[in-house]
């Protein structure tokens, strides 16, 4: 499995910017995907997740009501789409991924790891 992050950038507080994630050679129908977060001096942080098949999706109290995820399925996509963000977003966002289980997400030991994107959100 591989996942291909972009979209991060500088962003103004309060403005928007969308990341995705393509995903290939996924084997596994029981397949979550996400983004784990980790802001400079901090340890990692769970954001989001969804399962490729099934109506499964959650996000962190943190983002929850700003950050939505969201896939296409037809173009092997995942994208974060992150609104009114806060310096506090400040952070590398890795586009994440397991065969098995979303709790592995959700405990920051997710199978697949994809390259980071960096967000920086200014004041």
């Known amino acids: 499995v591989q996942l291909q992050a972009s979209g991060g950038g500088l962003v103004p507080a309060g403005g928007s910017v969308r990341l995705s994630c393509v995903v290939s050679?996924?084997?596994?129908?029981?397949?979550?995907m996400g983004w784990i977060r980790q802001a400079p001096g901090k340890g990692r942080e769970f954001v989001a997740a969804?399962?490729?098949?099934?109506?499964?999706?959650g996000h962190s109290p943190s983002t929850k009501g700003r950050f939505t995820i969201s896939r296409d399925n037809a173009k092997n996509t995942m994208y974060l789409q992150m609104n009114n963000v806060e310096a506090a977003d400040t952070a590398v966002y890795y586009c994440?991924?397991?065969?098995?289980?979303?709790?592995?997400?959700?405990?920051?030991?997710?199978?697949?790891w994809g390259q980071g994107t960096q967000v920086t959100v200014s004041s």
């Open positions: 994440v991924a397991d065969g098995e289980t979303v709790e592995k997400l959700l405990r920051g030991t997710p199978a697949y």
């Open positions: 050679g996924r084997t596994s129908n029981n397949f979550y």
């Open positions: 969804i399962a490729w098949g099934g109506l499964f999706k």
